[in-house]
């Protein structure tokens, strides 16, 4: 069959021209003037929208057993999610618990993400070191497709591993050509500051982020810039929240390391008020690091603007208030850590970075969709709008109005941090892997459809 997208608006992160776009057998087969729907492929008239590559969406957690619960969306209701917003690939988290084999952990992620209506790739999360741990390494990069690491320096005592484990990590990952992405807070000072505030009878969800300052994750960020640059290392820092960070990433970049910084719409657009709400509903916003006060905002779109950051995630990892966020109701330190956010991410940034005048069109798409593939080598399969490139691909209703909210969102979670915010431009039609699977509201996904990428850095 096939589909043919006709007379839009073709955005990518260089170019823009009005265009059709025909994709057949899950590719992009032409792309022109006038083009003919060759093998009675369907036609999508895109007359005043815009046409841009799938989003991608390089840091979520779907179905990860975390802080004695699950999160809430699986992969397939978590890649449906995604689809309905313009999110059409994902890169999860492998993370073995501790003392686990990592390629055990591998496994069992294989078997979950079997659902997913999307496709996916995976890093692996490396939350111990042991002998056999560099040999995994190996064999992720090698045979397993995965040529990136994550490392938790918060979380002590869990997945959190040591400055010695991080170092070690890191010259593996230096003779594999792979890339090292770290989670950065002091670990241990948090815990410190967080016995500190419960001791002192400080239990609700504020206290959250006050025992994770933007100190805290400023001074990890430098640390483990510094280890990098002593182990020649490249890095990418995920879910970068606060000045302080952006500050060490800046000074990196400067002396010509190379690291790469991530944030997310929460962190853009929230503040930490999110916790002063009443009836524990502030700990739909408990997340790590956690929002931060007023003022940070500007420093990561400026650092959005100038390319300091370059790639826009989530994070996505939904937990339920009811049932969940919960087991933290009488102590801040139990409440799972994480928030659902894949839907929005595309409408959040179009409304408030594009629209609000703080990136242009073009650094939408690369921030979304384009950058994150060429970091994690997935381009030009995935980013690009080209001939040969996967027919992930989204029209772009520029007029649609919505108001987000848990009722109506498809994540599957009780709350939405982003309630009642108002987003302008959405998806009217996405096509995943050359099939349309979401149009003027209707999602009709395949439960299985997602294949897995394997992935080799440029
Ligand atoms: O609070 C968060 N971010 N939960 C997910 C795990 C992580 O740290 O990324
Ligand atoms: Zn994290
Ligand atoms: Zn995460």
Same mark, same amino acid.
């Given at each position: ?269 929230? $503040?930490? /008020? =999110? ?6 509903? *502030? @700990? ?7 929002? +931060? ?120 979670? $009780?709350? /939405? =941090? ?6 302008? *431009? @959405? ?7 050359? +099939? ?23």
């Amino acid at each position: 069959m096939g589909v043919l997208i006709k007379n839009g608006t073709i955005v990518t992160a260089l170019d823009r021209f009005v265009g059709d776009v025909l994709c057949q057998k899950g590719r992009i087969v032409a792309i022109g003037a006038s083009l003919e729907p060759a093998g009675g492929a369907e036609i999508v008239d895109a007359s005043g929208q815009f046409v841009f590559p799938g989003g991608l969406d390089p840091h979520v957690h779907m179905e990860l057993p975390f802080m004695g619960t699950v999160s809430s969306d699986d992969f397939e209701t978590g890649t449906a999610a995604g689809v309905a917003g313009g999110t059409t690939s994902i890169i999860d988290f492998v993370i073995p618990a501790r003392n686990q084999n990592l390629m055990e952990g591998l496994a069992a992620w294989h078997d979950k993400a079997k659902k997913a209506v999307a496709d996916y790739a995976f890093h692996m999360a490396v939350t111990w070191w042991g002998d056999q741990t560099a040999e995994w390494m190996r064999r992720c990069v090698r045979e397993e497709g995965i040529p990136s690491f994550k490392t938790f320096m918060a979380y002590r005592g869990a997945i959190g591993v040591d400055d010695v484990e991080l170092i070690e990590v890191m010259k593996s990952a230096k003779e594999l050509d792979a890339l090292v992405t770290v989670h950065a807070e002091h670990g241990d000072m948090v815990v410190e500051l967080q016995n500190r505030l419960m001791a002192e009878g400080k239990t609700s969800p504020k206290y959250h982020a006050l025992s994770r300052p933007a100190p805290l994750e400023g001074e990890a960020t430098s640390r483990a810039i510094m280890l990098a640059r002593m182990t020649r290392e490249p890095l990418y820092v995920v879910h970068v929240t606060c000045r302080q960070a952006v500050q060490a990433i800046t000074e990196a970049r400067a002396r010509g390391q190379r690291v790469m910084g991530e944030t997310c719409p929460q962190y853009l657009l929230l $503040d930490d /008020s =999110i916790y002063d709400q009443p009836d524990f509903e *502030g @700990a739909a916003a408990v997340m790590s690091p956690p929002i +931060r006060p007023r003022g940070h905002q500007e420093a990561l779109w400026a650092a959005l603007r100038n390319g300091t950051l370059e790639v826009v995630a989530t994070d996505h990892c939904p937990f339920n208030l009811v049932g969940q966020k919960d087991m933290g109701k009488d102590d801040f330190r139990l409440i799972p850590n994480g928030a659902a956010g894949i839907e929005n991410r595309l409408a959040l940034m179009y409304t408030y970075g594009v629209l609000e005048g703080r990136l242009d069109l073009h650094q939408f798409v690369d921030l979304t969709s384009t950058r994150a593939a060429k970091i994690f080598g997935l381009y030009p399969r995935k980013g690009s709008i080209t001939v040969g490139a996967d027919a992930d691909l989204v029209v772009w209703d520029p007029a649609a109005t919505g108001t987000i909210s848990a009722k109506t969102h498809h994540h599957q979670c $009780d709350r /939405s =941090i982003f309630e009642g915010f108002k987003t302008q *431009g @959405a998806p009217s039609t996405v096509v995943v892997s050359g +099939r349309i699977q979401y149009q003027a509201g209707d999602l009709k996904v395949e439960k299985g459809a997602g294949r897995y990428l394997e992935r080799s850095l440029p």
